[in-house]
Protein backbone atom coordinates (compact mmCIF):
# COMPACT_ATOMS: atom_id res chain seq x y z
CA UNK A 1 0.00 0.00 0.00
CA UNK A 2 1.43 3.96 -0.38
CA UNK A 3 3.01 4.66 2.38
CA UNK A 4 3.63 8.44 3.99
CA UNK A 5 4.31 11.29 1.44
CA UNK A 6 5.58 14.39 2.21
CA UNK A 7 5.54 17.55 0.24
CA UNK A 8 7.05 19.36 -1.25
CA UNK A 9 9.75 17.60 -1.76
CA UNK A 10 12.14 20.66 -1.59
CA UNK A 11 11.65 24.08 -0.18
CA UNK A 12 13.77 27.03 -0.90
CA UNK A 13 12.96 30.12 1.17
CA UNK A 14 14.09 33.34 1.71
CA UNK A 15 14.99 33.99 5.54
CA UNK A 16 11.80 35.65 7.27
CA UNK A 17 9.16 33.94 5.24
CA UNK A 18 6.59 31.78 6.54
CA UNK A 19 6.96 28.09 5.03
CA UNK A 20 4.32 25.35 4.99
CA UNK A 21 5.47 21.45 5.45
CA UNK A 22 2.35 18.43 4.21
CA UNK A 23 2.74 15.24 6.08
CA UNK A 24 0.21 12.30 4.81
CA UNK A 25 0.25 9.48 7.19
CA UNK A 26 -0.43 5.73 6.15
CA UNK A 27 -4.43 5.68 5.57
CA UNK A 28 -5.99 4.27 9.56
CA UNK A 29 -2.74 5.69 11.44
CA UNK A 30 -3.40 7.34 13.93
CA UNK A 31 -0.21 8.41 15.51
CA UNK A 32 2.11 11.36 13.50
CA UNK A 33 5.27 12.15 14.40
CA UNK A 34 7.59 15.36 13.08
CA UNK A 35 11.17 15.32 13.32
CA UNK A 36 14.12 17.41 11.56
CA UNK A 37 17.67 16.18 10.22
CA UNK A 38 20.09 19.02 10.11
CA UNK A 39 23.30 18.77 8.02
CA UNK A 40 25.53 16.29 9.35
CA UNK A 41 23.41 16.03 12.84
CA UNK A 42 20.85 13.48 14.14
CA UNK A 43 17.44 13.24 13.78
CA UNK A 44 15.72 15.62 16.71
CA UNK A 45 11.79 14.88 17.35
CA UNK A 46 9.51 17.73 16.93
CA UNK A 47 6.08 17.22 17.39
CA UNK A 48 3.24 13.87 17.72
CA UNK A 49 0.03 13.55 17.41
CA UNK A 50 -2.17 10.81 18.50
CA UNK A 51 -5.49 10.35 17.56
CA UNK A 52 -7.70 13.40 19.43
CA UNK A 53 -5.49 13.83 21.74
CA UNK A 54 -3.15 17.33 23.54
CA UNK A 55 -0.42 16.55 20.91
CA UNK A 56 3.43 16.20 22.47
CA UNK A 57 4.69 19.59 21.37
CA UNK A 58 7.96 19.23 23.41
CA UNK A 59 10.84 19.26 20.87
CA UNK A 60 9.44 22.36 18.80
CA UNK A 61 12.26 24.54 18.89
CA UNK A 62 10.61 27.98 19.09
CA UNK A 63 7.53 29.30 19.02
CA UNK A 64 7.57 29.79 15.36
CA UNK A 65 7.14 26.61 14.62
CA UNK A 66 3.66 25.41 15.39
CA UNK A 67 1.65 21.94 13.61
CA UNK A 68 -1.80 20.93 13.37
CA UNK A 69 -2.91 17.95 12.31
CA UNK A 70 -6.63 17.98 10.30
CA UNK A 71 -9.20 15.24 10.24
CA UNK A 72 -6.93 12.71 12.11
CA UNK A 73 -5.41 12.24 8.94
CA UNK A 74 -2.96 14.99 7.01
CA UNK A 75 -0.77 17.25 8.87
CA UNK A 76 0.77 20.75 8.32
CA UNK A 77 4.13 21.89 9.95
CA UNK A 78 4.38 25.91 9.44
CA UNK A 79 7.53 27.79 10.40
CA UNK A 80 7.02 31.28 10.87
CA UNK A 81 9.75 34.10 9.83
CA UNK A 82 12.49 31.58 8.84
CA UNK A 83 15.83 31.52 9.99
CA UNK A 84 18.53 30.35 7.70
CA UNK A 85 19.12 27.50 10.97
CA UNK A 86 16.00 25.95 10.59
CA UNK A 87 17.41 24.83 7.45
CA UNK A 88 17.21 21.27 7.55
CA UNK A 89 15.59 18.02 6.01
CA UNK A 90 11.51 18.10 7.76
CA UNK A 91 11.00 14.23 8.44
CA UNK A 92 7.20 12.83 9.21
CA UNK A 93 6.53 9.35 10.45
CA UNK A 94 3.40 7.84 11.27
CA UNK A 95 2.19 4.54 13.19
CA UNK A 96 -0.97 1.99 13.46
CA UNK A 97 -3.04 2.08 16.43
CA UNK A 98 -2.78 -1.54 16.92
CA UNK A 99 0.60 -3.89 17.85
CA UNK A 100 4.41 -1.52 19.08
CA UNK A 101 4.18 1.22 17.60
CA UNK A 102 6.39 1.44 14.74
CA UNK A 103 7.03 4.40 12.74
CA UNK A 104 7.37 4.61 9.10
CA UNK A 105 8.64 7.54 7.81
CA UNK A 106 8.20 9.57 4.55
CA UNK A 107 11.16 11.12 2.44
CA UNK A 108 10.99 14.22 4.18
CA UNK A 109 11.41 17.49 2.75
CA UNK A 110 14.44 19.64 2.40
CA UNK A 111 14.27 23.16 3.55
CA UNK A 112 16.60 25.78 2.69
CA UNK A 113 16.78 29.30 4.06
CA UNK A 114 18.43 31.84 2.37
CA UNK B 1 13.89 4.96 27.30
CA UNK B 2 17.30 3.25 27.42
CA UNK B 3 20.33 4.47 25.86
CA UNK B 4 22.43 2.24 23.14
CA UNK B 5 25.56 2.08 21.98
CA UNK B 6 27.24 1.23 18.76
CA UNK B 7 30.08 1.61 16.72
CA UNK B 8 30.69 3.99 14.37
CA UNK B 9 31.74 2.77 11.10
CA UNK B 10 31.65 -1.09 9.98
CA UNK B 11 33.04 -2.33 6.67
CA UNK B 12 30.99 -5.75 4.66
CA UNK B 13 32.30 -7.34 1.79
CA UNK B 14 29.33 -7.61 -0.68
CA UNK B 15 27.60 -11.26 -0.35
CA UNK B 16 28.98 -11.65 2.93
CA UNK B 17 26.74 -11.44 6.06
CA UNK B 18 27.21 -8.30 7.92
CA UNK B 19 26.82 -8.46 12.20
CA UNK B 20 25.88 -5.05 13.64
CA UNK B 21 26.19 -5.16 17.33
CA UNK B 22 24.29 -2.82 19.95
CA UNK B 23 24.71 -2.78 23.80
CA UNK B 24 21.66 -1.19 25.87
CA UNK B 25 22.50 -2.54 29.11
CA UNK B 26 19.91 -0.39 31.04
CA UNK B 27 17.26 -1.74 29.04
CA UNK B 28 14.07 -1.99 31.21
CA UNK B 29 10.99 -4.67 30.90
CA UNK B 30 8.96 -3.33 28.81
CA UNK B 31 11.31 -1.60 26.07
CA UNK B 32 11.92 -3.46 22.70
CA UNK B 33 14.36 -3.16 20.45
CA UNK B 34 13.84 -1.18 17.00
CA UNK B 35 16.71 -0.96 14.37
CA UNK B 36 16.00 1.36 11.35
CA UNK B 37 18.33 2.70 8.86
CA UNK B 38 18.67 5.28 6.59
CA UNK B 39 20.41 5.45 3.45
CA UNK B 40 21.66 8.89 2.13
CA UNK B 41 19.20 11.38 1.42
CA UNK B 42 16.06 8.88 2.24
CA UNK B 43 13.97 8.66 5.40
CA UNK B 44 14.52 6.08 7.68
CA UNK B 45 13.38 2.54 7.04
CA UNK B 46 12.48 0.30 9.81
CA UNK B 47 14.04 -3.16 9.47
CA UNK B 48 13.15 -5.05 12.24
CA UNK B 49 12.49 -4.91 16.32
CA UNK B 50 12.33 -7.55 19.42
CA UNK B 51 11.70 -7.74 22.83
CA UNK B 52 13.08 -10.94 24.09
CA UNK B 53 12.82 -13.78 21.39
CA UNK B 54 14.90 -13.55 18.38
CA UNK B 55 13.37 -12.06 15.28
CA UNK B 56 13.66 -12.55 11.42
CA UNK B 57 12.27 -10.81 8.53
CA UNK B 58 13.08 -10.61 4.94
CA UNK B 59 15.30 -8.20 5.38
CA UNK B 60 17.15 -8.89 8.52
CA UNK B 61 17.57 -10.94 11.19
CA UNK B 62 17.65 -9.83 14.93
CA UNK B 63 19.38 -11.93 17.90
CA UNK B 64 18.83 -10.62 21.28
CA UNK B 65 20.83 -11.69 23.89
CA UNK B 66 18.73 -13.61 27.03
CA UNK B 67 19.90 -10.55 29.36
CA UNK B 68 18.77 -8.51 26.69
CA UNK B 69 21.77 -6.02 27.56
CA UNK B 70 22.84 -5.83 23.79
CA UNK B 71 21.50 -7.51 20.73
CA UNK B 72 22.99 -7.68 16.98
CA UNK B 73 21.44 -7.13 13.95
CA UNK B 74 22.15 -9.66 11.01
CA UNK B 75 22.13 -8.68 7.20
CA UNK B 76 22.64 -12.49 6.33
CA UNK B 77 23.76 -11.35 2.27
CA UNK B 78 25.27 -7.40 2.17
CA UNK B 79 24.57 -5.82 -1.13
CA UNK B 80 25.71 -2.47 -2.29
CA UNK B 81 22.04 -1.31 -1.69
CA UNK B 82 22.77 -2.01 2.18
CA UNK B 83 24.95 0.79 2.64
CA UNK B 84 23.43 2.99 5.28
CA UNK B 85 23.56 4.76 8.60
CA UNK B 86 21.89 2.12 10.54
CA UNK B 87 20.34 2.59 14.30
CA UNK B 88 19.44 0.73 17.08
CA UNK B 89 16.78 2.41 19.45
CA UNK B 90 15.22 1.01 22.72
CA UNK B 91 11.70 2.61 23.14
CA UNK B 92 9.08 1.51 25.79
CA UNK B 93 5.97 -0.08 24.46
CA UNK B 94 3.64 2.93 24.39
CA UNK B 95 3.61 5.85 21.55
CA UNK B 96 6.10 8.31 21.80
CA UNK B 97 9.38 9.40 19.83
CA UNK B 98 11.69 7.54 18.70
CA UNK B 99 15.39 8.95 20.24
CA UNK B 100 18.29 8.27 17.36
CA UNK B 101 21.58 8.54 17.80
CA UNK B 102 24.55 8.55 16.09
CA UNK B 103 23.86 4.93 14.38
CA UNK B 104 26.87 3.16 12.80
CA UNK B 105 27.65 4.18 8.92
CA UNK B 106 28.09 1.05 7.08
CA UNK B 107 29.33 0.73 4.00
CA UNK B 108 29.05 -2.55 1.71
CA UNK B 109 32.10 -3.06 -0.66
CA UNK B 110 32.24 -4.83 -3.87
Known amino acids: GAGVSQSPSNKVTEKGKDVELRCDPI?????LYWYRQSLGQGLEFLIYFQGNSAPDKSGLPSDRFSAERTGGSVSTLTIQRTQQEDSAVYLCASSSPYGTDTQYFGPGTRLTVL | DAKTTQPPSMDCAEGRAANLPCNHSTISGNEYVYWYRQIHSQGPQYIIH???NNETNEMASLIITEDRKSSTLILPHATLRDTAVYYCIVKADSWGKLQFGAGTQVVVTP
Open chain 2, 50 to 52: GLK
Open chain 1, 27 to 31: SGHTA
